[in-house]
């Protein structure tokens, strides 16, 4: 579904990922995994059309979308919920929705604002509440909540879970597996091995900005040698 | 003199107008740079340009035709700066971007002086506008009440479409975090582009208003420019509130400077804008938190 081809990108004058490669398959949940600074969050930034590419290609259901503009991607149907969740400060918690909500009206049996108030009811009632007035926890379930509103094929997630108190966790964790037995595919970065291998069907995992291991979850997790090695669990 | 309720009433008026006058300038510079971070200098030489057409028009279709046209021609113009300049120097870093417009300035200031001359041009008051009303018994020009209406209809309808309709939610998303607007699929660089256009057309509608009360000439580009970016940074960039706080003040610290302290009213505006700066760097009311 999502295919990296020797990606190559970073900041300026740093390039931080140097001919990554993997593939996102249809209907799974891929968790990319690795230590801070590893170049987790650039892949996904780098999807997105954020970071320019020096090298490689990044398809998308068979069309290369590496070169396009960040709107068309995410018009392509790539919802990109990042790490520091860019809920708009200035807008409602409904004008939030209602962004996403009204650009990617709804196909048969798609996201709507009822029905992600459903799978949330905090954000139910804080509708009126600003942008710039949502706890952590909030604002990651607003994230997510103006991710799936626009209906997505794929979700792509920037640690979701950070910052945020264990029953926050467990939350956000329940109900991306219900999004999971839905069958929404989805790209997950995180820090936290117990909740990214508890939802993720594949692992890959990047050190220095190229992907050092791949596998099933079952593998990684009896795999204490890789996981003490480009992991540090 | 200042216990008089009728200099008060008199003096008031008179920042009100010009408060207005700057809220139609700084409204469309802010935004736009809010939005897209891009410095426009050559913004005050769109207001000369809509006065200068507003003048010439003024004399084949009357005034009010004059009125109506200036702005959409300021926009036109702004829309070719915008596919021949503009939009390649958007990447370009902002010393370019002030070196390319500030370049404008000039080519500007000499293109209106080879149309249309050096001397000062003036236009006709529409004639329901003439005369004066009385008002808190104070005898004002009717005109000039019309440029304070008119601002507010403006400051109206901008709010109105900035708070209440999808495309003010998808501006004040770009103004909050343009890449993540991006990523919820909005056409950011489209929307700077109508913002643009838009911010044009309202600095060309503030010449065109303010030629029939100031004297229409090369450099009032130049000399509203000043102006323009104190309220701007006074009020807060990329805020339309903070377009409306910094016009008020400067108009009311200007204009009531200039009658109450005036061996001080030149520097009152600039020590405001310094205390500003000092206290407040972002301005009094910034878009971003």
């Given amino acids: ?52 590419l020096r090298g490689g290609s990044v398809s998308f259901d068979g069309e290369t979308i590496s070169g396009l503009a960040p709107f068309d991607i995410a018009r392509r149907g790539l919802a990109y919920v990042p790490e520091t969740r860019d809920i708009f400060r200035s807008l409602t918690v409904r004008e939030n929705l209602d962004l996403a909500a009204r650009r990617f009206p709804c196909p048969q049996g798609g996201w ?12 139910g009632e804080r ?14 379930m607003l994230a997510i909540a103006r991710g799936l509103l626009m209906n997505p094929r794929l979700l792509i997630l920037d640690e979701p879970t950070e910052g945020l108190a264990p029953i926050i966790v467990r939350l956000i964790h329940d ?8 069958g929404l595919s989805m790209v997950l970065v995180e820090q936290n091995f117990g909740f990214a291998t508890s939802l993720a069907d594949d692992v890959v995992v990047v050190s220095k900005g190229s992907i050092v291991w791949r596998g099933s979850t079952a593998a990684i ?12 669990v | 003199m200042t216990t008089d309720v009728g200099f008060w009433v008199l003096q008031t008026l008179n920042a009100l ?23 426009n200098l050559a913004h005050g030489s769109l207001y000369a340009f809509g006065a200068y057409v507003a003048a010439t028009l003024a004399g084949v279709l009357g005034t009010w035709g004059a009125f109506l046209l200036a702005p959409l021609a300021v926009a036109a113009l702004g829309a070719v700066l915008y596919f021949t300049l503009i939009r390649s120097q958007r990447r370009a870093g902002p010393m370019a971007q002030v070196l390319v417009t500030f370049g404008l300035i000039f080519v500007a200031v000499d293109a209106t002086r080879l149309i249309w001359g050096d001397l000062p041009i003036g236009i006709a008051i529409p004639q329901v506008l003439e005369g004066q009303l009385a008002l808190l018994g104070v005898e004002y020009p009717v005109y000039r009440l019309f440029i304070i209406v008119l ?30 607007a991006a990523c919820v699929g909005i056409n950011v ?12 057309a309202l600095a060309g509608l503030a010449g065109a208003v303010a030629a029939p009360v100031l004297s229409v000439t090369p450099d009032m580009g130049l000399q509203i420019l000043i102006p323009t970016l104190i309220v701007i940074v006074i009020g807060g960039l990329g805020s339309l509130k903070g377009a409306v706080a910094g016009s008020l003040i400067f108009g009311f610290v200007q204009t009531f400077g200039a009658v109450l302290l005036p061996s001080f009213s030149s520097v009152l505006i600039y020590a405001l804008l310094a205390a500003v700066l000092v206290t407040r760097p972002e301005g009094l009311l910034p878009a971003k938190g």
């Avoid at chain 1, 509708?127 to 990651?140: K, M, P, R, V, W």
């Avoid at chain 1, 109900?175 to 839905?182: Q, V």
């Avoid at chain 2, 900035?162 to 975090?177: H, P």
């Fill in chain 1, 1 to 52: 579904m999502l295919d990296l081809t020797d990606l190559s990108s970073g900041y300026g004058e740093t390039q931080v990922l140097h001919g990554l490669s993997l593939r996102a398959e249809p209907g799974r949940v891929l968790a990319i995994l690795g230590r801070n600074g590893a170049g987790k969050s650039t892949t996904l930034k780098t999807i997105m059309g954020l970071l320019p």
């Fill in chain 1, 112 to 123: 709507t604002v009822e029905r992600v108030i459903a799978l949330f009811p905090r954000l």
């Fill in chain 1, 127 to 140: 509708l009126d509440n600003g942008g710039d007035q949502l706890s952590g926890g909030e604002a990651q």
């Fill in chain 1, 175 to 182: 109900k991306l597996a219900e999004l999971k037995r839905d």
């Fill in chain 1, 221 to 232: 997790r009896a795999d204490h040698e890789a996981q003490h090695r480009w992991l540090g």
């Fill in chain 2, 17 to 39: 107008q010009l408060s207005m006058l700057l809220f139609l300038l700084s409204v469309g510079l802010t935004v736009i740079f809010g939005l897209m971070h891009f410095v």
């Fill in chain 2, 151 to 180: 601002g507010l209809a403006v400051l109206g309808v901008l709010t109105a479409v900035l708070t209440r309709t999808q495309v003010g939610a998808m501006i004040r998303a770009g103004v909050d975090n343009d890449q993540m």
């Fill in chain 2, 189 to 200: 660089e489209r929307m700077f582009f109508l913002v643009f256009v838009v911010g044009c």
